[in-house]
């Protein structure tokens, strides 16, 4: 199984990037979807999740009106829309899935940078 985030990078507040997870190796509508981010000296925090068709998403209060998470079943790949970034959105950004039915989350993508310049 494998979940390859991507799509971080540098970007000036105010400014959008769109992160990509595309989840191998595993029966992508059997999973719920998660992003988490973890800022230096920080604990990992929850981000969104979506769920296994799509039809019902959650965000931190953290995101919402700004960010948004999204799936395609059909590509296996789940996305997160991050728009009026601030410097506090500056983490490491990770992908997540949980299988239906479990607590714990089953695989982590190796996450990617997003470093937000105020």
């Known amino acids: 199984v494998q979940l390859q985030a991507s799509g971080g990078g540098l970007v000036q507040a105010g400014g959008s990037l769109r992160l990509s997870c595309a989840a191998s190796g595993l029966t992508f509508t059997w999973y719920d979807m998660s992003w988490f981010r973890q800022a230096p000296g920080k604990e990992r925090e929850f981000v969104a999740s979506i769920s296994r068709s799509g039809d019902r998403a959650y965000s931190a209060e953290s995101g919402k009106g700004r960010f948004t998470i999204s799936r395609d079943n059909a590509k296996n790949t789940q996305y997160l829309q991050m728009n009026s970034l601030k410097a506090d959105d500056t983490a490491v950004y990770y992908c997540?899935?949980?299988?239906?039915?479990?607590?714990?989350?089953?695989?982590w993508g190796q996450g990617t940078q997003v470093t937000v310049s105020s």
């Open positions: 997540a899935a949980k299988l239906k039915g479990t607590q714990d989350y089953n695989h």
